[in-house]
């Protein structure tokens, strides 16, 4: 089973990502991880998306298309793969879709967190501290925000279309998530 973890930044999609890969031997592809990699390694590709990333831009769809192509083969035994920050834009989603067909493969669920944004900056704010993330700060955020609003929500229309779109209250706490995650993907 493939699924995507949609919703803003902030939201509980890495955190409900780890929680599927202990329980159902799923695979997390987190673009924002595979790009921090990049940047704590000094390669080439790192040090042009650094300055990108830390203003709370997107990267350019052909970067991030080109990390997932790469890690598709890596699904093969596992229990799937589980979208993490990956598509943020309509293109980056028809590029995936293309890839899976391609391997026979396809997105079987969309599962979309709704928070506001009052409490996302809450959260944010409470985790910037800790997380050392230059792109947690209270600009770079704002940006963030304004991209999955103009570049990441217009795919809500897209996979509705598609039937595959399922909502979570993602204002629930982790365990509540969670439930009503495996709750959804039982259905599959
Ligand atoms: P995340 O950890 O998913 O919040 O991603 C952190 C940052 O990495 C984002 O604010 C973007 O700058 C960049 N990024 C991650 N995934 C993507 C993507 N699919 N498309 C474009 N930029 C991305």
């Not at 293309?98 to 967190?113: E, N, P, S, T, Y």
């Amino acid at each position: 089973m493939n699924l995507i973890l949609f919703g803003p930044p902030a939201a509980g999609k890495g955190t409900q990502a780890k929680r599927l890969v202990e329980r159902r031997r799923m695979v997390q592809l987190s673009t924002g991880d595979m790009l921090r990699a990049e940047i704590a390694s000094g390669s080439e590709l790192g040090q042009r998306v650094s300055s990108i990333i830390q203003h709370g831009h997107l990267v350019p769809d052909g970067i991030v298309i080109r990390l997932i192509e790469d890690r598709l083969p890596g699904l093969a035994g596992t229990g799937g793969a589980i979208f993490d920050g990956f598509p943020r834009t309509v293109a980056q989603a028809k590029a995936l879709d293309a890839m899976l067909k391609h391997a026979g493969k396809k997105i079987d669920q969309v599962i979309r967190l709704s928070v506001n944004d009052e409490e996302l900056k809450a959260r944010v704010a409470g985790r910037f501290a800790e997380s050392g993330r230059p792109d947690d700060n209270p600009e770079s955020f704002a940006v963030r925000l304004s991209a999955y609003n103009r570049d990441t929500a217009p795919l809500i229309p897209y996979y509705e279309a598609q039937g595959k779109l399922r909502n979570v209250d993602g204002m629930a706490s982790i365990d509540v998530v969670a439930d009503q995650i495996d709750e959804l993907l039982e259905k599959v």
